[in-house]
Each structure stands twice: as structure tokens, then as C-alpha cells.
């Protein structure tokens, strides 16, 4: 609250022709860099006091917290240990031995090259590759790739994201952290379908009709009905009853 002297309409106002004017409280808010100021009327006054008063609490309640609080992750580690036993993808066979091996350049905040492993199965003779811990076929890391989606989940923008690997000497696009994130969704997806598999007993089906861009785009709404949450949102290609079932018999056998 601000307390500012202003002149009144009345000409014959002593105060005023002495040049003491009359205190007027107003209430200050900055918004944009820009401040706004407020007048109070006398029903208001008391209660504007209190507001300030709450706002300032809040205000240390909040510094104080930044200072304490502290999020801590770990991160297993990438490209020196191996991942798991050595199981050949096209017969199960566990009998290995080493074919090949191969330093491959990878992006991680601490290391910048992998020993990557190719194996032939004993039993079929094929040969597939191995990769340590935390690595795989894209060039970063799979500790980058969640640090990435912790990141953005916690209110980081992409072009924070930018510049916080551009930091850690590991740079990493837009476009690469939008398919983390796509790639993050679509596990979280199915480990939520996952999860209810078997748990629904009375399904709620809905439709409705979004225009995108002038285009119309109709959209599958499945919920639980005893439980009374959503499950599912499908984007549904036409309105032909065969489209239809084939959406809800692909979601009906993946939840069991």
C-alpha cells in the first residue's frame, strides 16, 4: 500500500491551497514491469492491509523453500557396464561369443565413447549387437534422454532445454527433445494401460467432434464407469462403423 496526497475538487479546500493536499491509500501492483496503482475505497482499507500482509508472508514461506528444498536424481551410470545378460534376439540362445568390437562416440555428460559389442549366438549363428549400459542406437544416452523429459516435466521450456545441454557439452535439438518426449508419452501410455489391465468391469464410451485447422476430427472417449476417470483418448481416422470396432477391439485386447 501506497499512501499518495492529490488534490480535491472543492476550491475553496484549506489543505489544498496550503499545498498539503489529502492522503489517498492505493493499492501498488506491478505487472510487466509496469505498476499499476489501485485506489482504495474506506470499506477496503482494513481488508488491503491484510492482503499485503499475506502476500509478504507467502513471499518468505516461498524464498524460504527455494533455499531448502533441493531435488536430487540418480542416474545409472552410461557405456561401462554391460546391459543384462547377452540373449540372442532371434533364438533365445544365451550361449555367446564375441564377434566384433567397436568404440562408438556417444553424447553423455560425463563419458563421450562406448565399447559396443557384436555377438554370434552359438546355437543359431546369427550375430547381433550388444550395447552397455545406458546405451542403444541413438546417439545419446539413455541418462540424457531422461534427464530431458525430468526436465521439461518440471517447467523447462525447449529452448531452456537447448541451452542447459549446450551447457553440459552436449548439445541436443529441439527436434530430438520433442521425440523424448514423444517417445516418454508413449511408454507412460502403455504403462498405464498396462497397469488396468484385468481392473475395468463396466466401460463408458463416448464420441465427439473437434475442428482442427477447418478440418473435423473426431475423437474416442473411453472411461471407467465405476471409477468414474477416463482411460483412453483416440483420435479415430472416419466415422465407418469398421473403423469404430477396430479401435475398441485393439484397446479392449490391450486392457485385458
Known amino acids: 500500500m501506497v499512501i499518495l496526497r492529490k488534490p480535491c475538487t472543492y476550491p475553496s479546500c484549506k489543505k489544498c491551497k496550503s499545498g498539503e493536499k489529502h492522503p489517498l491509500p492505493y493499492l501498488s501492483q506491478s505487472k510487466n ?30 524464498e524460504r523453500l527455494s533455499k531448502e528444498m533441493r531435488i536430487h536424481f540418480r542416474f545409472p551410470p552410461a557405456g561401462t557396464l554391460p546391459e543384462g545378460e547377452a540373449i540372442c534376439p ?28 557384436r555377438l554370434r549366438c552359438k546355437k543359431c549363428k546369427r550375430t547381433f549387437r ?66 488396468l489391465q484385468g481392473k475395468i468391469k463396466i466401460c463408458g464410451l463416448d464420441t465427439t467432434i473437434y475442428k482442427v485447422k477447418g478440418r473435423e476430427e473426431i475423437v474416442l472417449l473411453l472411461s471407467d464407469i465405476l471409477l468414474g476417470k477416463t482411460i483412453e483418448v483416440e483420435v479415430i481416422e472416419n466415422r465407418k462403423a469398421f473403423t469404430l470396432k477396430r479401435k475398441l477391439t485393439s484397446i479392449f485386447n490391450q486392457l485385458g
Not at 496503482?37 to 492482503?51: N, S, V
Request: proline letters at 2%; a positive charge.
Open 130 to 195: 550388444h550395447y552397455p549400459q545406458g546405451v542403444s542406437q541413438a546417439q545419446q544416452t539413455k541418462t540424457l534422454k531422461a534427464m530431458s523429459v525430468i526436465l521439461y516435466i518440471l517447467g523447462l521450456s525447449y529452448d531452456s532445454l537447448v541451452s542447459f545441454f549446450f551447457a553440459l557439452d552436449t548439445p541436443l535439438s529441439k527436434g530430438t527433445l520433442w521425440n523424448n518426449m514423444q517417445d516418454a508419452g508413449e511408454k507412460a501410455h502403455f504403462l498405464r494401460k498396462k497397469a
Open 90 to 117: 532371434y533364438c533365445g540362445g544365451k550361449k555367446t561369443v564375441v564377434h566384433q568390437t567397436h568404440v562408438r562416440k556417444i553424447k553423455h555428460h560425463k563419458i563421450n565413447e562406448a565399447v559396443v559389442k
Open 33 to 62: 514491469g509496469k505498476t499499476n496503482l489501485i485506489y482504495l475505497p474506506k470499506h477496503l482499507r482494513e481488508k488491503a492491509k491484510k492482503w499485503v500482509e499475506n502476500y509478504r508472508s507467502l513471499e518468505n514461506i516461498i
